[in-house]
């Protein structure tokens, strides 16, 4: 096991009308004014915002709004708050929505008490890391990113064609209010998208260089089946309290660290995947990733094909056969065949990329990953390795 240094610090509200408690909590500690975000209609449709505001009006708390963050957050609309921010002396972000709403918030925490351009902290070339920010209280409407409690914000710009990110605990949210029941509204392609989402957060930090560990390894195993298990409950049954709570709560622990202490962790699959969400807005991240990481999976198994096969055996039951190549391929099957089940895309064609968009891509990646030559933990890729897991993403000319 590996040295590691790690705290989570948010507290959880978790349950039915946990997003009644914000302002009591707010109240509590101290706050003066708060600053509620969100995006472009359902939480004001659904009736979500008004409880958040009433809660907040019944504790005596203040507070200035900013609406219309979209998917794939872009700077603009942090830069925009940041300016809220700081004319207005907020001291709490409040952002009420999912994890493109959250990061932004997280964007607008640091750039808030930051007096240069809050693109700086995301910039790899810059290698700037914040040591404060704003504090954040999150209400949570759709279990995928995990940045309820995560250390790590993404956010596009569209100017650069780039999407990036930027990690430290500062990031971390004071409290999150979790109220699965939120989730019930959301179509089945947005919860699917979140389970895919909530699966490669573990993915990528059980396949890594490192050596087995058995408590994280046996948690992330324990989160995979709970996933898999409430997954198809939810897709049969929307209303199915106790699947939706079970999957809200992985996706916190999914991506809040646990999985993955006294190992490194990889991330290059998320990496290829932001580089398709930059390059098209309209590609849902968790949907991304149903497709990339199958095809990093079948490229970098040969390097450690036994990480593969205690997986399928525990998450799916497989036999092994004594092949313990040809055992990893049938547990890629498996995970690709579960995200087909719930709806997930299977190839890059299905976004309406093209091969040669991937020569546009492999820059930014590299950009963003140090710009420097080999990337991955779990196996070391040069430029043509990445090349040639994008391809692999595309349909087959014989496929049906």
Known sequence: MLDFQWMSPTEFVF????????????KEHGYKKAMVTYGKGSVIRSGLLDRVKKSLDDAGVPYVEMGGIRPNPEVTSAREGIKIAKAEGVDIMIPVGG??????????AVGALYDGDVWDFYDARIDKTPTEALALAVVLTIPATGSEASNSSVLSNDELDLKAGTSGDFNRPKVAFMNPELTETLPPYQTAAGITDICAHIFERYFS??????VSDGIAIALLRAIRSSAYRVMRDPHDYEARAEIMWAGTLAHNGICSRGRNEDWISHGMEHELS?????????????VIFPAWMRYVCKENPRRFVRLGAEWFGL???????ADAYTTIDRIQ????????????DDFGFKPADVEEMIPRLLQNRGGKWPIGSFMKLNEDDVRAI?????KPADAE
């Open 319 to 325: 036999v092994t056969t004594g092949d313990d190549l």
């Open 15 to 26: 349950g039915h009308a946990a997003e009644e408690k914000v302002g009591t909590w707010v």
């Open 99 to 108: 994890g493109s709403v959250i990061d932004c918030s997280k964007a607008i």
């Open 390 to 394: 994008y391809l692999s993403a595309f």
């Open 209 to 214: 260089d490192s050596p087995d560990t058995p």
């Open 278 to 290: 930059a390059s098209n807005t309209k590609v849902t991240h968790g949907a991304g990733l149903a």
């Open 337 to 348: 065949r579960f995200f087909l089940d719930l709806g997930m895309p299977q190839y890059m």
